[in-house]
């Protein structure tokens, strides 16, 4: 088993709609939850950044840690065509802390 | 733009041949750190290096090993290159101590191997 489980998608939404994207992990040590954006042939785009449990907010986009239930979300607000790329959830903490545990992505299009 | 570079920005080798790769980190980054991703995975952890010495290593063979000069930029050495070793690889500079969560990600080399 994984220690980070992320569903690939694909994810196919209209433009506007409100987009979940999630990650499950194993590791109880995992304090440090980032979300990446990586648009095809480039590198990730780190987008979101929280420490242990609780929520964030940015522009469009929400972060939520749920630590007890070692389960984190991106919500996308209002989406756009330029947020078709692929998302990544990525943690590090404990003894791992500094090594970035990714997800394996979800690939995220935003159609007119 | 996250201000990490690296080069080439895509390579094509042959079975056995050995390939280097380099990165240079952010400005004020004394943390380098390297990702294999292959196609439609998410990045791997390599190893780590800072203020020159490796600091974290992934699961991967000793053929992978790695330099952090004194002005911070990286290279990548992979020897005996094998046809699973085709992937993007990517360096992330972070500030090092207990800011090295944020990583700021290069826009990665394409190796293939042949």
């Known amino acids: 088993q994984k220690e980070v489980e992320q569903d690939p998608g694909p994810l196919s939404v209209p433009e506007g709609a409100i987009v979940s994207l999630n990650c499950t992990y194993s590791n109880s040590a995992f304090q440090y939850f980032m979300w990446y954006r990586q648009y095809s042939r480039k590198g990730p785009e780190l987008l979101m950044y929280?420490?242990?449990?609780g929520n964030k907010e940015d522009g469009r986009f929400t972060a939520q840690v749920d630590k007890s239930s070692k389960y984190i979300s991106l919500f996308i607000r209002d989406s756009q065509p330029s947020d078709s790329a692929t998302y990544l959830c990525a943690m590090t903490g404990g003894t791992s802390y500094g090594k970035l545990t990714f997800g394996q992505g979800t690939i995220l299009t935003v159609h007119p | 733009e996250t201000g990490v570079t690296q080069s080439p920005t895509h390579l094509i080798k042959t079975r056995g041949q050995q390939v280097t790769l380099r990165c240079s980190s952010q400005s004020g980054h004394n943390t380098v750190s390297w990702y294999q991703q292959a196609l439609g995975q998410g990045p791997q952890f390599i190893f780590q290096?800072?203020?020159?010495?490796?600091?974290g290593r992934g699961n991967f063979p000793p053929r992978f090993s790695g330099l952090q000069f004194p002005n911070y930029s990286s290279e990548l050495n992979v020897n005996a290159l094998e046809l699973d070793d085709s992937a993007l690889y990517l360096c992330?500079?972070?500030?090092?101590?207990?800011?090295?969560?944020?990583?700021?990600f290069g826009p990665g080399t394409r190796l293939l191997v042949l």
């Open positions: 992330a500079s972070s500030s090092g101590g207990t800011s090295q969560e944020t990583q700021y």
């Open positions: 290096y800072y203020r020159e010495e490796e600091n």
């Open positions: 929280t420490y242990s449990s």
